[in-house]
């Protein structure tokens, strides 16, 4: 996710379409996201719901974004990992009214929690690993009240649109889901019935859209494993458009779904997004949801937000088109594995950004890498790992969890060089046990040390727990041909007692000029 906020960067030309690409607008985007929860609930998910595994989602749902309501049917199949296993929870708001719960045909009873869990008991005890399933009846006004506002009507142009984004604890606001960071669905189909005006975007595939007198029902399709956090719905009267991405597997479908009043710009600014994804699939492999398709959808928030093969976009930066497209490989085929490691998902989504610049439009590298730095040591404090999951504001702090963790990666890919930081990458992205699920810090930790050969404990513990930043203080003489250099070392906060980092040094004189490399280890 991205959002738009501080620090000038200029502008930013490709000979696709011209863009703005600033500090300013990667900040105000934070800086809106994090503002927006305050006041909100959390829910991270019901710990009851980690003894059955979560198959697939049928979601059917009722929406007209004139009217601020939602009605519908969750089935869910799964699978008891328990013996004993006669009572289940999902995460739902008791804001909204469940009509009937489904069984075989029977109703169940169940009881609403004041903190949003839903407990529904069953007629039997089910056989432990034996796939069955649910049926969740249910309507009502959602209260959007914590992340970034999970359930949304608002407008454009005089029209009404309804949009979700459900990142990190608001799914649960708007339909029946098992909201941990542990079970992802293996597959879902999204059915929408709105009128007859709108288009529905969401994930997959549109496999059919059908009139049904005043209305149209959509249905979606999308065979890859989802987090919960992930399925969306944007529902308005979108112009639709499709662009082409040659890929190394093929041609790939970006479809655009684009407010009619922006649509001549967006035609004109989306096709930017072409060398951006040709670039992550050469650097990091093969586009992840290779059989279905890439897209956006604009909404009404002041950012964007990576739902998987569908980014909701505020618009069509290029920063921002990159930032959540970087996404559907770090943070939709791997995800974080806690909202403590969300840099797993936004440190990686922010830098591939100034990659994206690196290989693109070259100019703007050193920029960003500037403007990144100073964000990350315009205060003394804070580390990478999130210490706050309960704050949202913290778990998305644009200095820590999205400037700070780019660098740390920066950091990494010099310590260890080029060839074997993106080797390492590419390896966390295709381990079985990872690839299309949910992954930590040890792992690609694990990942790095592997592939390089370095033990990276003291790293991490500097740098990605530890708080705040050196600063380096360098004095040079010369006597004849020796040249002699003293480095020293001040930390900005007691958590670190000294940044052990290979650091470079240009020398210059002479018709002369080299970079020397110290490994530093103590001032």
């Known amino acids: 996710m991205k959002i738009i906020w501080g620090v000038v960067f200029l502008i930013f030309s490709l000979s696709l379409s011209a863009q703005t690409f600033t500090t300013k607008e ?246 930017a997004v072409i060398p951006v994804i040709q670039l992550y699939d050469t650097l990091f492999g093969e586009y992840p949801f290779m059989n279905e398709k890439y897209g956006h959808a604009q909404f009404g928030w002041g950012g964007g937000m990576e739902h998987q093969t569908m980014s909701s976009m505020y618009n069509f930066s290029f920063s921002l088109m990159a930032h959540e497209l970087a996404h559907q490989w770090f943070g939709d085929k791997v995800t974080c594995g806690s909202w403590e490691e969300i840099w797993l998902n936004e440190g990686f989504a922010t830098y591939l950004t100034g990659l994206s610049h690196k290989y693109i439009a070259p100019t703007w590298w050193y920029i960003w890498r500037e403007g990144t730095i100073n964000d990350v040591i315009s205060q003394p404090d804070g580390s990478v790992f999130c210490t706050d999951t309960t704050n949202v504001g913290r778990i998305f702090d644009g200095r820590l969890s999205y400037s700070k963790g780019a660098y740390l990666l920066r950091m990494l890919e010099w310590k260890i060089g080029e060839q074997n930081f993106f080797q390492g990458v590419r390896n966390y992205l295709t381990d079985v046990n990872l690839s299309y699920a949910y992954a930590m810090t040890a792992h690609f930790k694990t990942h790095l040390e592997t592939i390089s050969g370095l033990n990276l404990t003291e790293f991490f513990n500097d740098w990605y727990y530890g708080e705040g930043h050196p600063s380096y203080q360098v004095t040079w003489g010369q006597l004849g041909n020796n040249v002699t250099f003293t480095v020293n070392q001040t930390q900005s906060h007691p958590s670190v007692s000294f940044y052990e980092m290979p650091i470079p040094i240009y020398v210059k004189g002479q018709g002369f000029d080299t970079t020397f490399v110290f490994d530093h280890q103590f001032s």
């Open 26 to 271: 990667f900040n105000s985007l934070v800086e809106s996201e994090s503002k927006s929860f305050h006041q909100g609930k959390t829910n991270k998910g019901v710990l009851l719901a980690n003894n059955y595994d979560l198959k697939y989602h049928r979601l059917e749902w009722q929406i007209d974004p004139t009217v601020y309501y939602i009605s519908g049917a969750v089935t869910s199949y799964f699978e008891p990992l328990v013996s004993g296993f006669n009572e289940m929870y999902f995460d739902f708001s008791n804001a909204l009214t469940i009509d009937s719960i489904v069984y075989n045909g029977t109703n169940l009873s169940f009881s609403q929690s004041v903190a949003d869990v839903l407990q529904i008991f069953l007629p039997s005890v089910l056989p432990q690993n034996v796939l069955d399933s649910i049926t969740i009846f249910y309507q009502g006004v959602p209260l959007s009240t914590s992340g970034f506002g999970s359930f949304i009507q608002s407008s454009h142009n005089n029209d009404s649109i309804i949009w979700t984004l459900s990142e990190p604890y608001g799914a649960l606001e708007w339909w029946p889901c098992k909201q941990n960071l542990n079970d992802k669905i293996d597959s879902i189909d999204i059915i929408v019935t709105t009128p007859l005006i709108n288009k529905v975007g969401s994930q997959g595939l549109l496999v059919s859209e059908t009139s049904a007198g005043p209305n149209k029902i959509y249905h979606w399709k999308h065979c890859y494993p989802i987090a919960a956090y992930l399925i969306s719905v944007s529902i308005t009267n979108y112009a639709a458009y499709t662009d082409v991405a040659p890929l190394s597997a093929g041609n790939l479908n970006i479809l655009n779904y684009v407010f009619p009043e922006d649509s001549a710009t967006m035609v004109y600014q989306s096709p």
